[in-house]
RNA sequence: CGGGGCGUAGCGCAGCUCGGUAGCGCGCCUGCUUUGGGAGCAGGAGGUCGUGGGUUCGAAUCCCGCCGCCCCGACCA
């Protein structure tokens, strides 16, 4: 029997997680909160870092790697980091096992000099590295990227979205000015923006982070904003402008042209296989998850429809043709000639895979040249020439991107309002989805707000991204009565 | 850390109240028939019932301890 997904409208917590098991993106392991991905999460997650990596590459940065343990007091030179990241930690403390009575014990014996912390984020290890590597204002500025995993022992997990494990990427730059560390840290948002957009088909919100919600050790943290499914924001990517907070910690100073020493200016922005659970939550509905073809690891299933005393050669010579040339167009598909399946199961299973475009020839289809062409997003089918299945292909393909991102957008747009009274704010907000509402900047009145309805600040949003609503436009906040210089992004998030 | 739930075959579960030597569905293996939307029949393999102790002639079941996982909150990407 089939694979189990519960409704959306039911409980969307439970869809989420049926959906990821139902399409074999990521299971559970032993070890509470770590998890398993299998090739379809994990081909998901490559594409996503191949195209990621092509435009950290277009900006000039180059990829290196730096330690997973990291010396426990470098984690203390930074005091902001360490109030950050310090209760949530896996430590190393030693480095043997040995065996007594039957069972392996940890050899009190091997205890290491100083606990290694497993990386939660990388500043710290960098920046000492980086203290050695820069000495003058020709060696800025320095633009590297690591592809990696960190440790964050979180309280509570869920898949994808937090791990107490997870797959990253990490950009860490130094910069002889602050205005370039600046356009750097904007640059790069506009790189996950881009990305979210063009390649998951994600609509997202660019902004800054207020100071409650800020990276511990950053001077301003810039973000993407996504709205899903169920009304809740998620926070897709952060990109940090440090200041001069990590080269001060780390003593990292260089020359500059008047021959004076200066501290450095950082940067660190980073994306994770949280996007895997945005991208899930945006597009995924009540038969599966749905993959955008830019990222999607199979964009065609090609399925032959045989039979018993049917002329099956000639249905899999036109199968195989079509692959054939949809491989050599670059597109990535698959022939499943498994005969253990049949047809409609095939059907079923590419639905919660999310494979965008399905493919399917029979008996009937060789004697018209055509194949059936199904659309994942709309369910729509059509008769399609074999002969030019490419281009077919192709154009599907192109519908299906551009369909989910507007699709995703336009929810969002309608689940996006303004409140201009506290009333009607709370009451926007047990609806779900982004509630512009007037600031009057202090931390009191955010937390009052999200002491009493749960909505934090997702961000300081960047003027003109909300049609018809002028963000920039001063005001009084409803909750405080104060005056406030534009509204900012309220929401409930994961 | 608070609240709730659960550990029995690869997966999902029943059996436990009322102790008597373990069962169902899916999956898997073999064969035959099937194949245009999650096939049918027949046969078959597979389990120290999370773990340690206790009660008992006898424990998946009763009692005590421990471990783990999941969900909801607080905290966080």
Not at 335 to 344: M, T
Not at 464 to 471: A, K
Request: with cysteine; proline share 5%.
């Amino acid at each position: 029997m089939a694979e189990q997904i519960t409704p959306r409208a039911d409980d969307y917590g439970q869809w989420y997680q049926d959906v990821i098991r139902a399409a074999k993106l990521a299971e559970t392991s032993p070890v509470r909160g770590s998890m398993v991905m299998p090739p379809n999460g994990y081909e998901l997650w490559e594409n996503m870092r191949d195209g990621l990596d092509g435009m950290f590459k277009a900006t000039g940065h180059r990829n290196a790697y730096f330690p997973l343990f990291i010396p426990k007091s470098f984690l203390e030179k930074e005091a902001e980091h360490v109030e950050g990241f310090a209760k949530e930690c896996a430590v190393v403390t030693h480095y043997r096992l040995k065996e007594e009575g039957g069972e392996l014990i940890v050899d009190p014996d091997a205890e290491l000099d100083e606990p290694l912390v497993v990386r939660p984020t990388s500043e710290t290890i960098i920046w000492d590295t980086y203290s050695r590597w820069i000495q003058s204002w020709r060696d800025l500025p320095l633009k590297l990227n690591q592809w990696a995993n960190v440790v964050r022992w979180e309280m509570r997990t869920r898949l994808f979205l937090r791990t107490a494990e997870f797959l990253w990427q990490e950009g860490h730059t130094a910069h002889a000015t602050e205005q370039e560390a600046v356009d750097e840290t904007r640059q790069m948002l506009d790189v996950y923006a881009d990305f979210a957009q063009d390649w998951m088909a994600m609509p997202v919100i660019r902004g800054v982070k207020t100071a409650s919600e800020r990276f511990p050790g950053a001077v301003d943290t810039y973000c993407i904003e996504a709205l899903m499914q169920d009304g809740k924001a998620l926070q897709a990517g952060t990109s940090h402008f440090l200041g001069q907070n990590f080269a001060r910690a780390f003593d990292c100073t260089f020359q500059n042209q008047d021959n004076e020493p200066e501290y450095v200016w950082a940067t660190s922005w980073g994306v994770s296989t949280r996007l895997i659970g945005a991208l899930i939550m945006t597009h995924g509905d009540d038969a599966g998850v749905i993959m955008p073809p830019r990222l999607a690891p199979v964009q065609v299933a090609i399925v032959p429809i045989t039979r018993k005393n049917g002329d099956n050669e000639a249905v899999m010579d036109a199968a195989r043709q079509m692959r054939d040339d949809l491989v050599a167009d670059g597109v990535r598909v698959v022939l499943d000639d498994r005969d253990q399946y049949r047809p409609g199961w095939k059907f079923a299973q590419y639905e919660v895979e999310g494979v965008p475009v399905r493919l399917a020839v029979g008996p009937r289809d060789v004697e018209n040249g055509t194949a059936e062409m199904a659309r994942r997003d709309s369910g729509d089918k059509e008769a399609v020439s074999q002969r030019e299945i490419a281009a077919h292909v192709r154009r599907a393909l192109h519908e299906v991107q551009q369909g989910l991102y507007d699709r995703a957008l336009a929810f969002r747009q309608q689940h996006t309002h303004t409140a201009d009274t506290y009333d009607a704010f709370k009451a926007q907000i047990e609806e779900g989805g982004f509630v512009l509402m007037h600031w009057d900047g202090t931390a009191e009145t955010e937390a009052q707000v999200k002491e009493e309805t749960k909505a934090t600040i997702r961000c300081v949003p960047f003027p003109g991204q909300f049609s018809g609503v002028d963000t920039e436009a001063p005001g009084t906040d409803p909750v405080s009565g104060a005056p406030s210089a534009g509204r900012v992004v309220f929401a409930r998030a994961y």
